[in-house]
């Protein structure tokens, strides 16, 4: 089915982001009025997400950040062995994702930790391991060092190593991740590939309010330990109409947001909506794009990047995480190994430097819609 | 007054302990209150007593009162209660406040006015412990702390061009634009920075120390960190292996009584952070008392260099901005809280009660000195802000030694910057 773009694009921001000079809104924590010449009052999701159904499901303009609530809300009603908890989730976060569930659920399902990340996870994975769905949340991803060993070496291996005797399938951890516009070399990364590399979890990503509401609630409910990266740029600016009720959406299958027949782009997140662009402008020199959204980096949808790939015959990868080791370096190796006599250009990855993510230097750092639209071209013309 | 007040950059002259307060110390005696201090006998009060008229800290001859008693943890006896101080000394750490509160406040009205951009974490409130801290150590201790760290920076020596500068992400900066608020340096005054990940401080000033032994040098590393901190287990980690080590390292933690939104009761089970461990001896502070802090710093740093071991020193302080500059620091503390502080403690009212009660200047004297504070670090503000930007090349320089000719690869393999 055709997807066809029906929404005004948040044209302001995302420009913004190429253009060094322009003043970038930003969002405060905490904070309900955005600073800054840029001010996004109904601007509509720039990644456009399918339908889940067809007709007359009712629906509701929100952002990301009430589109979580309202999905860790569907979660801790519809599971009584569901918890939530974190740094400062208790009168809603810093970026309101838990808004209200203390007042509904009670503070004993939704509770703040004391600042302890490997802490958090480590008791998180104890929870899961006697059957509850324990949802943690780490402030922001570029805090998740600590618990990275929580991760892999105990969520990760738990099911493997007790013979399928435990698991931790009930975890699932948040965090918010990506650039900001402003956010320097810790509230900006991206560690989405650290964790790609770890057979036992899963990594979901959404693109936007809709994607977000299903794919945390199939997260959740997945048996499986699950990190959730949430692109904290779109908590407020992405805005979509977000069928109410209790729907999922499935893991490990990527979906292709617009098709096309020339080059295949994959991405995930806020890059998408980037990448979005690069397809519009690359349309109006006649390239036809086919974007697809992996939604699930690990395990990833390798059936649908391949019939892409096998249709258009060009590849390119982007994302904010810098190129060396990136997420799009797996996908490239593995669409070569099996798309190899089809190519007809070497894949290209539009990414971030090779460099700790900068501040000042931001707006050079990352992979925008001009960088990408010159990388289209010049595989299709190679 | 005047020909130290007229300066091209403005910075605090912490050099100051150096020559004067250093001198006193010794072995002062334990006073006040804590539950956790073994008490003497009353027969060894008068002898304690007869102790207390000799041991006492700072050449001068004004006398502070000591507001509040310190607290004793796994120690026998304490800092001097006896401080004394002069006029030149008042006079400095009256300036030197002075000048961090208007920084502050000069960076609240640039951030609010997008010249500062990111993430900005203000001192103002705390000012004692940096001037009180400095006024124990030298330039050959280290120092480290977490993201809150301009009072740090300018107690260290960095000027208020440099800091107006990094804040402003400009080239003139101290980490040349490229570190931004959390991230203030300078080397050569040993301060090895603002550290974003709260908790790292711990492990690394404990390696700053243990490098300062294993070099025999008579100085002590001092790991800033906070209340919100103190639950980290890095932290633990770091101290057991500078008490295993007799490391010189003073634990200096800045309770300000909220990690960012979170109440310290809220947090920890035990809102104290001095007693923590059985094996690490701890001192309370009045953190808003630049005396009390300079006091104990004396006595903690003596008693490190002494071979004795780690020590932490817990002051207890308050920061009147937010956590951040996102923060309106209003949701979690009432608006009396904040006020009460600033009416009650506030640490340069403080001093500027000293000052006018012992006469040494006049009112009108110090608020033309304000004045003239508050003129010149809006001076260094502008000047910063004129400064240029990093050069391009700098997004790739220092990524690592050496890395001339380092072959950075951008979005697409074809795009390789190699550096010059």
Known sequence: ?382 | MGSRVVQSSVRLASALGRGLGGGGGGVAVARGGGGTDRRRGLASEAAQQRRDSEKRVGSGDIRVDLLNPFELHRLHDGPATDVFTSKEELMQMYMDMTVLRRMELAADMLFKSQQIRGFCHLYDGQEAISVGMEAALTYEDSVLTAYRDHGIFLGRGGTTFEAFSELMGKKTGCAIGKGGSMHLYKRENNYYGGWGIVGTSGPLGTGLAFALKYQKKPNVAVAIYGDGAANQGQLYEAQNCAALWDLPVIYLVENNHYGMGTAEWRASKKATFFDRLSYIPGIKVDGMDAFSVKAAMLFAKEHCVAGKGPIVVECDTYRYHGHSMSDPGSTYRSRDEVQGFRKERDPIERIRNIILKEELSTAEELKKLDKQVRREVEEEAAKAREAPQPEEHELFSNIYRLDTGLVTYGCDRKDTIKLP
């Open chain 1, 1 to 382: 089915m055709r997807i066809s773009i029906t929404r005004a694009l948040s044209i302001l921001q995302r420009c913004a982001r190429d253009c060094p000079q322009q003043q970038h809104s930003s969002p405060s924590v905490g904070n309900s009025t955005l600073s800054g010449a840029v001010r996004l009052l109904s601007s509509q999701a720039l990644a456009t997400s399918k339908e889940p159904e067809a007709g007359n499901v009712p629906k509701k303009s929100l952002n990301l950040f009430s589109a979580i609530n309202q999905a860790l809300h569907i979660a801790l009603e519809t599971d009584p062995r569901s918890y939530i908890f974190g740094e400062d989730v208790n009168f809603g976060g810093v970026f309101r994702c838990t808004t209200n569930l203390a007042d509904t659920f009670g503070k004993h399902r939704v509770f703040n930790t004391p600042l302890c990340e490997q802490g958090i996870v480590g008791f998180a994975i104890g929870l899961a391991a006697m059957d509850n769905r324990a949802i943690a949340e780490i402030q922001f991803a570029d805090y998740i060092y600590p618990a990275f060993d929580q991760i892999v070496n105990e969520a990760a291996k738990f099911r493997y190593r007790s013979g399928n005797q435990f698991n931790c399938g009930g975890l699932t951890i948040r965090a918010p991740y990506g650039a900001v516009g402003h956010g320097g070399h810790y509230h900006s990364q991206s560690p989405e590939s650290f964790f790609c590399h770890v057979p036992g979890i899963k990594v979901v990503i959404p693109r936007s309010p809709a994607q977000a509401k299903g794919l945390l609630l199939s997260s959740i409910r997945d048996p499986n330990p699950v990190v959730f990266f949430e692109p904290k740029w779109l908590y407020r600016q992405s805005v979509e109409d977000v069928p109410e009720g209790d729907y999922m959406l499935p893991l490990s299958k990527a979906e292709v947001m617009r098709e096309g027949t020339d080059i295949t782009l994959v991405g995930w997140g806020a890059q998408l909506s980037v990448m979005e662009q690069a397809c519009i402008d690359a349309s109006k020199e006649g390239i036809s794009c086919e974007l697809i959204d992996l939604r699930t980096l690990i395990p990833w949808d390798r059936e649908t990047v391949e019939a892409s790939v096998n249709k258009t015959g060009r590849l390119l990868v982007s994302h904010e995480a810098p190129v060396t080791g990136g997420f799009g370096a797996e996908i490239s190796a593995s669409i070569v190994e099996r798309c190899f006599l089809r190519l007809e250009a070497p894949v290209a990855r539009v990414c971030g430097y090779d460099t700790p993510f900068p501040l000042v230097f931001e707006p050079f750092y990352m992979p925008t819609k001009n960088k990408i639209l010159d990388a289209i071209k010049t595989s299709v013309s190679y």
